[in-house]
Every structure is written in structure tokens, then in C-alpha cells.
């Protein structure tokens, strides 16, 4: 539970630092880092849209779009230390 908690947080603070548009391949080191965006989008905090481009199979971008960066911000917020935060920019 700890680690999919972290593993949120960590896909959260990426998109939420970033401000791009990331596919679950920008966190291949997160074993089905899918299952993390699906709950994050479920709460509302991040948002998906599909790509699709002729002869490449279709592929969703997730981001943090201005009309949820609060929600997300005090969700982070609420689950982290100070220390936990600077961990997950790293």
C-alpha cells in the first residue's frame, strides 16, 4: 500500500513539475505505471487524452491540466513530509 501510494505520488509530483504531457513509457521503471494513471485520473487529479498517429498504434498523454493543478498540489500536499517531497524529486 506504502509503495503504491509513493508511486503515485512520485508519477503526481513528475507531472505536476514538468507541465508536459507523459505517457506511461516515461516511467518504465514504475511496473505498470497504467494502473497509478487510472487512479490519479479517477480523482481527478491529472487528465488523459489518445494520440493517434498514422501507422502508430494509439498511445494516451496524461498531464495536470490548470483547472486540477490545486487538487492535485493539496493532494500531494496532504500525503507528504517536507523530506517525502524532496524524495520524490529525485
Known amino acids: 500500500m506504502i509503495n503504491q501510494l509513493s508511486h503515485k505520488l512520485h508519477i503526481l509530483k513528475t507531472l505536476l513539475d514538468s ?11 514504475i511496473s505498470n505505471a497504467n494502473q497509478y494513471f487510472v487512479e490519479l485520473e479517477s480523482q481527478g487529479l491529472i487528465k488523459s487524452e489518445w494520440v493517434k498517429e498514422e501507422g502508430k498504434t494509439p498511445f494516451k498523454l496524461r498531464f495536470v491540466p490548470r483547472q486540477c493543478k490545486d487538487k492535485a498540489e493539496d493532494f500531494f500536499s496532504l500525503h507528504t513530509t517536507p523530506n517525502e517531497a524532496n524524495k520524490c524529486n529525485g
Open 19 to 29: 507541465e508536459v504531457k507523459l505517457t506511461a513509457t516515461d516511467f518504465s521503471y
